[in-house]
């Protein structure tokens, strides 16, 4: 894989007030660590809209080139990390967001089925494009969408700097 700069933001109202332990975020920089991905940084913030994008903002401006939300995607009030996202995002790309929940609930996760995480493509500030991926805020959670993500990063980060579709080597 590539040393791409990647965030991973945990958006946490607990966390934020430091009530609770931020576990998924590691989790997170821990596995795309492993996975060859070793620019990582981190970001933690409260729930809401406001506090979404702009940390969006800041990390895309900062050159991440694949971003990673964990939290904020359920059905409370405050889960608003879809809203803030999607002010960000230039398109949605479905498929991730949807294969994300199929994998949780292949987990025997059943209430994976209720995240509203999206995913999508959004500009960076050198005119580069970025993959913006909504995660659940639990370690299980991360982990599940990640096996996703990084098993299709490597064809998204061809696609972002303009590569063809290549044929898979038999």
């Not at 809401?48 to 995607?73: C, F, K, N």
């Not at 199929?102 to 959004?122: K, M």
Request: with cysteine; glycine share 12%; proline share 5%.
């Amino acid at each position: 894989m590539t040393s791409d700069r990647v965030a991973v933001i945990t958006v946490s109202d607990r966390c934020a007030r430091g009530e609770a332990e931020d576990r998924s975020g590691p989790t997170a920089a821990s596995l795309l660590q492993q996975a060859g991905l070793t620019d990582v940084v981190r970001h933690l913030v409260a729930d809401g809209v406001e506090s979404v994008r702009d940390v969006l903002r800041t990390v895309l401006a900062d050159g991440a080139r694949l971003v990673i939300t964990t939290g904020g995607t359920g059905i409370t009030a405050r889960d608003l990390t879809p809203e803030g996202t999607r002010e960000v995002l230039d398109y949605e790309i479905p498929g991730i967001a949807e294969a994300v929940r199929q994998q949780g609930i292949a987990a025997g996760v059943p209430t994976a089925a209720l995240s509203r995480g999206l995913a999508g493509l959004a500009g960076t500030a050198d005119g580069a494009r970025a993959l913006v991926v909504n995660l659940p805020g639990s370690s299980g959670g991360v982990r599940d969408g990640l096996e996703v993500i990084l098993t299709l990063w490597p064809h998204v980060r061809s696609q972002l700097d303009g590569g063809d579709h290549p044929r898979p080597t038999p």
